[in-house]
Nanobody, 126 residues
Framework: EVKLVETGGGLVQAGGSLRLSCAAS????????IGWFRQAPGKEREGVSC????????YVADSVKGRFTISRDDYKKTVYLQMNSLKPEDTAIYYC???????????????????WGQGTQVTVSS
C-alpha cells in the first residue's frame, strides 16, 4: 500500500522559511518521480516541483523558482521541499504524490487518489 505523509506545514510570516517533508512507504522508492503540489482556496491544484528519484533530475515551477528547492534522502525515503522567502500567495495546502509527469512545462499528478498524501497546510501572513 502506497503511503505518503506530508509534515512541516505551519504559519509563518512573509519572508520566512519552511521545510516540508514527504515520507514515503509501500513502494520501491527508487523507481518513481515524486512531486509537490499545492492548492489554495478557490484555485486549481498547481504542480510546484518534482524530482526523479532514479536520476535526481529536478524541476521547479516558475512561480517558485529561486525560492523553493526540492531534495531527497534515499535512506529515509523522504522528499523535502525547502521554501524560502515565502509570500502570502504561497498560502495553500501542499501535497506530495508519486506517478507524476512533466509535460509541456507543467507537472501533472496522478488521477488515483491512492498516490497522494493527505496534505499539510502552509499559511503565510503578511
Amino acid at each position: 500500500e502506497v503511503k505518503l505523509v506530508e509534515t512541516g506545514g505551519g504559519l509563518v510570516q512573509a519572508g520566512g522559511s519552511l521545510r516540508l517533508s514527504c515520507a514515503a512507504s509501500g513502494f520501491t522508492f527508487d523507481d518513481y518521480a515524486i512531486g509537490w503540489f499545492r492548492q489554495a482556496p478557490g484555485k486549481e491544484r498547481e504542480g510546484v516541483s518534482c524530482i526523479s528519484i532514479p536520476d535526481g533530475t529536478t524541476y521547479v515551477a516558475d512561480s517558485v523558482k529561486g525560492r523553493f528547492t526540492i531534495s531527497r534522502d534515499d535512506y529515509k525515503k523522504t522528499v523535502y521541499l525547502q521554501m524560502n522567502s515565502l509570500k502570502p500567495e504561497d498560502t495553500a495546502i501542499y501535497y506530495c504524490a508519486i506517478h507524476v509527469t512533466l509535460v509541456g512545462g507543467r507537472i501533472w499528478g496522478p488521477r488515483d487518489d491512492d498516490y497522494w498524501g493527505q496534505g499539510t497546510q502552509v499559511t503565510v501572513s503578511s
